[in-house]
Nanobody
Framework: QVQLTESGGGLVQAGGSLRLSCVASGRTYNTKAMGWFRQAPGKEREWIAAITWSGASTDYAKSVEGRFTISRDNSKNTVYLQMYNLAPEDTAVYYC????????????????WGQGTQVTVSS
């Protein structure tokens, strides 16, 4: 049974920080690239960060590059997203998933999502 559990969201003021966690179970996530996505109200879910299975390489959407850091601990089946200098436009529900690549773009590998974790940034 596949399960993704995100946590760590909350309400924070602009300029603040949060650290999100995602625990993956039920598949061989340790051998997959993993990533974070987010979905703001009224918008489609978008990819924002990726990390290879070894953790040696990372990739970020321009909207978060330089402010967010993705990492992973394969011994705990956990992926993290450290977020700094948060802005109101970062307000969204954040999700994690394994990653594939289509047309040079990161895409969710599995059609399975957790409940996500809400991040709200006040101005």
């Amino acid at each position: 049974q596949v399960q993704l559990t995100e946590s760590g969201g909350g309400l924070v003021q602009a300029g603040g920080s949060l650290r999100l966690s995602c625990v993956a179970s039920g598949r061989t996530y340790n051998t997959k690239a993993m990533g974070w996505f987010r979905q703001a109200p009224g918008k489609e879910r978008e990819w924002i960060a990726a990390i290879t299975w070894s953790g040696a390489s990372t990739d970020y959407a321009k909207s978060v590059e330089g402010r967010f850091t993705i990492s992973r601990d394969n011994s705990k089946n956990t992926v993290y997203l450290q977020m700094y200098n948060l802005a109101p436009e970062d307000t969204a529900v954040y999700y994690c998933n394994a990653l594939g690549i289509e047309a040079s773009a990161w895409t969710p590998l599995y059609d399975v999502w957790g409940q996500g974790t809400q991040v709200t940034v006040s101005s």
